[in-house]
């Protein structure tokens, strides 16, 4: 059976890679249809401009990113429609998770089973969901924390303070001045929100993500006609650019493009008046990775 190629799935191809149209039309044909494959296909002939894939987008509702003290919580609650995330009931359920977040922890169902004055998330989450009329779910919940330090928040697409379609968190340790240092954590975190970043440095990368780089590499040189005996040594060349767009201390510094990130923290140093070490980050999206059929269901 013959897979159809539609003009949407050859529009979505070229968005994730950048490719040119007959490009993707050619490597959806050789794949099936199979949208990865096709990723691969392009990476591996030396036609797609992207690096990584972008997560399906199919679900509503906000992130919430809430810091109080040496501690920050980042939080998803998920709802059908865009509409509801300008509902002010809504925006003040989300923060209400967020704030129990911070006390209890991020286990979902601790979170669920926790008590605001006389009834439970859960049943404040039911409540909402019978005003509103639709469906509301809490998806995930994630926090940073330092010993000596800032835990720095972002939210883009912000609807209200702390509430947004984009939520980062970023935690920085540090004996410097801790005004100084939320004002850099926040560049951080308006950085990741923008670069989204899939580690904070090369350790943290999935194995799989980097095999799979590797492969892709190798069969790009070996269509170029490279001995097998150098592919291994431009291997690690290939691999360090992609450190530089995959690893948050690697990547050009969005706010100074001519520094990396660590660079630009050893720079800030000074103005701090103390080392920075960035330990951790958190970036969440709406929605991000669940399947439109899925969210629909």
């Known amino acids: 059976m013959t897979t159809t190629i539609t003009a949407s799935m050859v529009k979505e191809l070229r968005e994730q890679t950048g490719a040119g149209m ?3 039309k050619g490597a959806l044909a050789e794949t099936g249809g199979d949208m990865d494959a096709a990723v691969d296909w392009l990476r591996k002939k030396g036609l797609s401009k992207a690096a990584k894939k972008a997560g399906r ?3 509503e509702g906000l992130i919430c990113a809430m810091v109080s003290g040496t501690k920050g919580v980042v939080v998803e609650v998920n709802s059908e429609t865009d509409f509801v ?3 002010d009931l809504f925006q003040g359920l989300v923060k209400m998770i967020a704030q129990v977040a911070l006390g209890v922890g991020t286990d979902v169902a601790t979170i669920k089973g926790a008590k605001v004055g006389s009834i439970t998330i859960d049943e404040a989450i039911a409540e909402s ?3 509103i009329g639709e469906n509301m779910t809490l998806r995930r919940a994630a926090s940073l924390s330092v010993d000596q330090g800032v835990v720095s928040s972002y939210v883009h697409n912000s609807v ?3 509430l947004g379609k984009i939520g980062v968190l970023v935690a920085l340790e540090s ?6 240092l939320a004002a850099f954590g926040r560049q951080v975190a308006m950085h990741v929100a923008a670069a989204n970043p899939q580690a904070l440095d090369a350790k943290g990368l999935d194995p799989t993500v980097v095999a799979r780089e590797k492969d892709i590499l190798a069969e790009k040189f070996r269509q170029q006609g490279k001995p097998e005996n150098v592919i291994e040594k431009i291997i690690e060349s290939g691999l360090k650019t992609f450190y530089k767009e995959a690893c948050l201390l690697d990547q050009a510094f969005i706010h100074d493009p001519g520094k990396s990130v660590a660079q630009a923290a050893k720079e800030a140093e000074g103005k701090i008046a103390g080392p920075i070490k960035i330990t951790g980050f958190v970036r969440y999206a ?3 990775g669940i399947d439109r059929s899925e969210g629909e269901g």
């Not at 004996?175 to 100084?180: I, L, S, T, V, Y």
């Open 85 to 87: 995330a300008r509902n």
């Open 57 to 59: 987008i199919a679900a």
């Open 175 to 180: 004996p410097g001045k801790a005004d100084e």
């Open 22 to 24: 007959m490009d993707c």
């Open 286 to 288: 709406v929605g991000e």
């Open 160 to 162: 209200a303070e702390g």
């Open 129 to 131: 969901v019978a005003k």
